[in-house]
């Protein structure tokens, strides 16, 4: 299932849409009940994290963690620049 939320009265899909979805395909959307996750759900994730763990490379271990450093820094500059402190 699909996860969406309610963004300015349009339904917004917070995951990639299943390939075989087409173009006005009717499709059924329902209230979720609650904010609990199913156990299998959690399962299942966990499971494809793991995978993708697995599979990486220390080079692309590196470069995620210069992306994050320097994600870190400029959202700091942004916000110092906000407050009116750069």
């Known amino acids: ?11 917004r899909p917070l995951e990639p849409l299943p390939a075989d979805w087409q173009e006005g ?24 994290l793991a995978s993708l763990c697995a599979a990486s490379e220390p080079a692309n271990e590196d470069q995620l963690e210069r992306a994050l450093r320097e994600a870190s820094r400029q959202a700091k500059e942004q916000v110092r620049r ?5």
């Open 25 to 48: 395909q009717p499709l059924r959307v329902e209230k979720e009940d609650g904010d609990e996750t199913p156990v299998e759900e959690i399962d299942r994730d966990f499971a494809v």
């Open 1 to 11: 299932m699909v996860k969406a939320v309610v963004s300015r009265g349009e339904i």
């Open 82 to 86: 906000q407050m009116g402190l750069a």
